[in-house]
């Protein structure tokens, strides 16, 4: 790959540099390692402007770190001799375990130390594991003290960004969303060189790529807490049981997609969970499709792929609606168009996705592993379409 910048992230073992990776560059990324000796794993994408070179973990020895700062020199040397003109690191990301608040500041400047070369590199402090959205603030107050007490890092600190690299389950039905990966992007390629910046519809539009697959994570996870509770002997006469999951789950899209949290924002969510809860398209929707026969399921099995059903239905015309909205193409305003666009995806894909899926499973699905797949074959049939197209 050439014209692309380098990312160096740096980072004690444990603290999720390898998730971090791979969710920023997608399910094309490429690993390799950098000689059989050597602690260097290089990661590369077609589709993303950079290249990320993970340093492997640098909470070691003296001697440990040298090792690693030599291989990265040998690294940029190498591809210097094999023609390739972008072969300095060109930013840092910095990345520090955000739930273990009581290290952040000597994680700062162990980090700091082992970076020492690189004095004029742009630094993005990457608060990995940031679980706790009320703790977010503080952290990044925590890091923004510690660098300010850093000569080099006070001028060389352009962002610091909590994230959360994959879905945190805290239990069946509750789980922490992914967050922050289009925001550490954006940050990355602002922090390049000018002569290696992605242009910004290219930017843009990768961007978007990686809030499609972390929306479509988030769907997935709200989902398989959907079928874990539509699979309690209860009658599903309507959609009012899954409320506080769909809430949670619209809550976490609009987060993704820069949705505020003012009136009329306010107004957008509360006319998208009525869509899917209480509305006369839910209701039909969901009394067709438990019509439909189930192939060896139980009422049990049955109300957890309806369940189910509800849930990816929901996730995937909420995520549609907040990618116009994105893209600039419909405003908050807009919550007639929302609620028709909604009502319409409902009515033509609820019945007939969830008729898709009640033929491939037979069976109860109280499992764990059965839930999971279930799951899986729900957002599959749900997301099946290009979530740009609006259809």
Not at 113 to 135: H, M, N, Q
């Amino acid at each position: 790959m050439a014209d692309v910048g380098n990312v160096l992230a740096i980072g004690s073992e444990g603290v999720g540099k390898s998730t971090l990776v791979k969710t920023v560059l997608g399910s094309d990324v490429r690993a390799r390692q950098d000689g059989k000796k050597s602690p260097l794993a290089v990661y590369e994408s077609l589709s993303v402007p950079f290249r990320v070179i993970d340093a492997g973990d640098v909470s070691g020895s003296f001697l440990a770190q040298q090792q690693t700062i030599r291989a990265l020199r040998r690294w940029s040397k190498d591809n210097a001799l094999d023609g390739n003109e972008d072969n300095d690191i060109n930013v840092i990301w910095f990345c520090i375990e955000g739930k273990s608040r009581k290290l952040i500041r000597q994680q700062v400047k162990d980090l700091a130390r082992a970076t020492d070369v690189w004095r004029t590199v742009p630094i993005i402090v990457v608060l990995t594991k940031s679980y706790a959205a009320f703790e977010r603030a503080d952290n990044v107050a925590l890091v923004d003290d510690a660098c300010a007490h850093n000569r080099r890092l006070s001028r060389t600190v352009r962002a610091i960004v909590p994230v959360v690299a994959t879905t945190y389950q805290l239990n069946e039905t509750t789980f922490v969303p992914p967050s922050g990966i289009p925001e550490l992007i954006e940050a990355t390629n602002d922090a390049m060189p000018e002569g290696m910046q992605a242009a910004g519809e290219d930017i843009a539009t990768f961007s978007l790529k990686r809030r499609r697959s972390v929306a479509r994570s988030i769907i997935a996870a709200s989902t398989a807490a959907g079928i874990t509770v539509g699979a309690v002997p209860i009658p599903i006469s309507d959609a009012l049981i899954l409320t506080p999951i769909e809430t949670a789950e619209i809550n976490a899209l609009a987060t993704l997609y820069g949705i505020g949290k003012g009136s009329t924002s306010k107004k957008l969510l509360e006319t998208i969970l009525e869509v899917g809860t209480v509305s006369t398209a839910a209701k039909a929707a969901i009394s067709a499709l438990k019509a439909v026969p189930g192939i060896g399921l139980d009422a049990s099995g049955l109300n957890a792929v309806i369940a189910g059903s509800v849930v990816a239905a929901m996730g995937e015309g909420t995520m549609r609606i907040f990618e116009r909205i994105y893209l600039g193409e419909h405003t908050l305003d807009d919550t007639e168009w929302a609620k028709g666009f909604l009502e319409s995806r409902i009515t033509r894909d609820l019945v007939a996705k969830g008729t898709q899926v009640l033929g491939k499973v037979s069976g109860t699905q109280t499992g764990s592993s059965q839930k999971k797949a279930l799951a899986g074959l729900l957002t599959s049939a749900f997301g099946g379409e290009g979530a740009a197209e609006g259809k």
